[in-house]
Structures are given as C-alpha cells and as structure tokens.
Nanobody, 115 residues
C-alpha cells in the first residue's frame, strides 16, 4: 500500500519561505518520476516541479528560480523549497509519484497561503 504524506504548509507573508516535505511509504523512489503539483481555488491543478525518471528537473515558469525540488532516497522523502513566496503561490500543494511512467500515487495535500 503506497502512501504519500505531505507536510510543511503554512500561512506566510509575501517574500517568505517554506519547505514542503512528502514522506513516502510502500514506495521506492529509485528512478521513478516524482513531483509537486498545486491547485488554487477555482483553478486547474498545475505542475510545479518535477523530477523525471532520467533525473532531469523541470519547473513551472512561474516558480523557476524561486522553488527547488529535491529528494532523499534514503529517507524516501521528497522536498520542495519555496523562496520569495508570492500571493499567487497560494494553493493546496500535492506530491505525486509515478508507476510505470504515469503519476499514479498522490498525497492528501498541504495548504500554502501567502498574504
């Protein structure tokens, strides 16, 4: 049974920083793709930062140079360091992991609010 549990969401002022974590159980990171997504009220879910199966990383244009995704295979944990936060970053943030190349497993989300 795969479980992804996000944490680290909070309410911060613009310009602040947060570090989100996603702890995985029942899932081996290995070379599987993993990523962070977000969804704001009334908007579609969007990709934020992805680690692809070949190890390359991509970011949404809106967060590039402000956010950084990383993972610790030994701890089975995915991270998202978010700096210079803006009100438009306000959203529920989800981590997700792939199964055979497709995002199959999702966490319950952690709320980030920037004012």
């Amino acid at each position: 049974h795969v479980q992804l549990v996000e944490s680290g969401g909070d309410s911060v002022q613009a310009g602040g920083s947060l570090r989100l974590s996603c702890a995985a159980s029942g899932y081996t990171f290995g070379r599987s793709c993993m990523g962070w997504f977000r969804q704001a009220p009334g908007k579609e879910r969007e990709e934020v930062a992805l680690i692809h199966s070949d190890g390359t990383i991509t970011y949404a244009y809106s967060v590039k140079d402000r956010f950084a995704i990383s993972k610790d295979n030994d701890k089975n944990t995915l991270y998202l360091q978010m700096n210079s936060l803006k009100p438009e970053d306000t959203a529920m943030y989800y981590c997700a992991a792939c199964w055979y190349g497709a995002y199959r497993y999702w966490g319950q989300g952690t709320q980030v609010t920037v004012s």
